[in-house]
């Protein structure tokens, strides 16, 4: 079936240090998602990418797609407190439900 | 805004009890989806539903059922509770986008679970 890798499974950084994950899939996707869990609290959805190189922005949150559809990236530019919490990656390829990766928990230190 | 509430924040059972976790949703969403969360193993598939009384195996269906009788509803069942079941339980629905199951999904607070 199908599997979605997640690396690294943790990450701590000192506060204004970049922070990126990385997420990998054993097929070919139709979308991507990315969802920000806190500490104690539940997924909260991010930002989706369909398109093949796609490259989107979120203030300090860059999202890409990879060109063959079977990875994609967040990075985090000058890390603040309020980043801290799992970041999941979550595939989508034909009529299969989302497949969530392993997530990768982030610390920042202030 | 996209609720979705779950029955209880924690939960403690027995071995062998049957247990019933519920979830709700108020947006008229086709999709819904429980998921268990464990540490290091991100968020696994129990089961999903596309419609009112439709089902589908997720990833781990083994000792799980589920119910979905009113399109706003979804229960997962324990049938008979075991230790290795203790974990978190998240609840999930999503609009039907083109079909595919594969469209934004919201999640409820969850709900831990313990089996003693």
């Known amino acids: 079936g199908q599997q979605v890798m997640q690396i690294p499974q943790y990450q701590h950084v000192q506060e204004g240090e970049d922070f990126t994950t990385y997420c990998n899939s054993s097929?070919?996707?139709?979308?991507i998602q990315w969802y920000k869990q806190r500490p104690g609290g539940h997924p909260v959805f991010l930002i989706q990418l369909v398109k093949s190189g796609e490259v989107k922005k979120q203030k300090r949150l860059t999202f890409q797609f990879g060109e063959a559809k079977k990875n994609s990236s967040l990075h985090i530019t000058a890390t603040q407190t309020t980043d801290v919490g799992t970041y999941f990656c979550?595939?989508?390829?034909?009529?299969?439900?989302?497949?969530f990766g392993s997530g990768t928990r982030l610390q920042v230190q202030p | 805004d996209v609720k979705v509430t779950q029955s209880s924040r924690y939960l403690v059972k027995r071995t062998g009890e049957k247990v019933f976790l519920e979830c709700v949703q108020d947006m008229d969403h086709e999709n819904m989806f429980w998921y268990r969360q464990d540490p290091g193993l991100g968020l696994r598939l129990i089961y999903f539903s596309y419609d009112v009384k439709m089902k589908e195996k997720g990833d781990i269906p083994e000792g799980y059922s589920v119910s979905r009788e009113k399109k706003e509803r979804f229960s997962l069942i324990l049938e008979s509770a075991s230790t290795n079941q203790t974990s978190m339980y998240l609840c999930?629905?999503?609009?039907?986008?083109?079909?595919?199951?594969?469209?934004?999904?919201?999640f409820g607070p969850g709900t831990r679970l313990t089996v003693l």
């Open positions: 999930a629905s999503s609009l039907r986008n083109r079909g595919l199951p594969t469209d934004t999904q919201y």
């Open positions: 097929t070919t996707l139709s979308n």
């Open positions: 979550a595939g989508g390829a034909g009529r299969r439900a989302l497949t």
